[in-house]
């Protein structure tokens, strides 16, 4: 059989033993259900809602993924944009930890609004840009806000929602954390990703998810926040829109969310190959949200063959720091435990996933950065698999998981 394999944005075909393939998963197809901007202009509570928040001469603060996201924010801003009424309305990136977006980015973000707004966005940087302390959460994190926040009345912000591997789904209050807060903040609160309920589809729990939820609350309690969730199908369409508070709209989009992205299966695999898509695929730190959201299904003594081009290179400096230490893994995790520092959540979880597994992985990366992370670097895929196979002794078992950065297969 042929299997067509996305890499970045081209396809690599392979031609295999269909006797091999037990199962190719992906984000459910919902075909003929997407959402246009049309449909979106043309939603008379949408825009009731949105008309009342934005009436005034209060300047508005729209709150926006970075291009690590899929989020067709352009969409939504396109059609408020006649419903805003101050010349001082800006774009926010919030972009977390992440590196700025690039010009080319941005326009590929806003579509035809980025030549309206090119000289009103700001990105956050959470390492230099000033932040206001709000307070604290019961779990620790000081509620760090960007400044620009004290500019405005009003904040509109807009998030798509799908799995993530430890804050349960992305979205909703992760446009103020990590989204549009402090290095601080975030470091403490993805300090709780080492918890064992910080897993792909938990929520309630969950500490990461918890920590979130309470720092956004300090943010609404002091601006009226009005926003806009998405839930995209595998073609990267809207499939579904909700809006309101933040609160209630990320909770109706998770219930979506979880019919697309999630999948029942009846048995765990031997090999499962996992593949990174677009824009997820961007560098290593990014692509293994790939293993985590598949590491459940595979079996003890498993491989996990991960495909990313990892077009930006591993990523997060501290990440490939430890994970390329010399020193024994276990010295590595209880240096964590005992003091975490940021993207080390990252390398502890690798470690323990490496304990009863091994990772492969098909990229552009150097095969020697590859070998320190601790991955066997490989450069066909066919032979991979076929290598795999053999040394788990597996019968047709192996499972293909597409989109697997957002794709969560689960054992009923």
């Not at 994190?141 to 912000?157: C, S």
């Not at 048995?267 to 290593?284: F, G, Q």
């Not at 985590?292 to 990440?319: A, H, M, Q, W, Y």
């Not at 990252?346 to 996933?353: M, P, Y």
Request: hydrophobic content about 40%; charged content about 25%.
């Amino acid at each position: 059989m042929n299997i067509n394999i996305p890499y970045g944005r081209d396809v690599i075909s392979i031609d295999i033993d269909s006797k091999l393939i037990d199962e190719i998963i992906k984000p459910s197809p919902l075909s003929g259900t997407s959402i246009t901007q049309r449909d979106i202009a043309s939603d008379e509570k949408l825009i009731a809602m949105a008309n009342d928040f934005l009436k005034g001469k209060e300047p508005t603060l729209i709150v926006i993924n970075d291009h690590t996201r899929p989020t067709p924010s352009g969409v939504i801003i396109n059609t408020i944009r006649p419903l805003l009424r101050n010349s001082e309305d800006t774009v926010f990136i919030a972009t977390g930890t992440h590196r700025p977006s690039t010009e080319y980015e941005l326009g590929v973000i806003l579509g035809d609004s980025f030549d309206v707004f090119r000289m009103r966005i700001i990105q956050n940087d959470c390492k230099n840009d000033e932040f206001n302390n709000l307070g604290w959460t019961s779990y620790g994190t000081e509620v760090l806000i960007n400044n620009v926040f004290e500019r405005f009345h009003k904040i509109f912000t807009i998030g798509s929602v799908e799995p993530h591997y430890f804050a349960g789904f992305t979205g909703g209050r992760k446009s103020f954390l990590p989204g549009a807060s402090s290095f601080i903040s975030i470091e403490k609160n993805h300090s709780h990703a080492l918890s064992k309920n910080a897993l792909p589809l938990s929520l309630s729990g969950n500490p990461v998810n918890e920590d979130m939820t309470e720092f956004s609350r300090f943010i609404t309690h002091r601006w009226d926040v009005f926003s806009v969730q998405v839930v995209l199908d595998r073609d990267r369409s809207i499939y579904s829109i909700h809006y309101g508070d933040i609160y209630s709209s990320f909770t109706e989009a998770v219930d979506d969310a979880l019919s697309v992205y999630s999948r029942e299966l009846s048995k765990k695999y031997s090999v499962v190959v996992a593949i990174a898509m677009p824009p997820l695929d961007i560098n290593l730190y990014q692509s293994l949200k790939a293993v985590e959201n598949t590491i459940s299904v595979v079996e003890d003594g498993g491989v996990i063959i991960l495909i990313s081009p990892c077009r930006e290179g591993v990523g997060e400096e501290n990440f490939y720091n430890l994970m390329s230490s010399n020193r024994p893994k276990e010295d590595i995790l209880a240096e964590i435990r005992a003091n975490y520092t940021f993207g080390s959540h990252k390398s502890a979880r690798l470690i323990e996933i490496m304990k009863k597994h091994q990772i492969w992985l098909y990229s552009d990366l150097d095969p020697q950065v590859v070998s320190k992370v601790g991955f066997k670097p490989i450069d066909d895929l066919k032979s991979a698999i076929n290598d795999a196979i053999s040394i788990t002794d597996c019968k047709s078992n192996v499972l293909v998981v597409n989109d697997a950065t957002v794709m969560v297969p689960t054992i009923k």
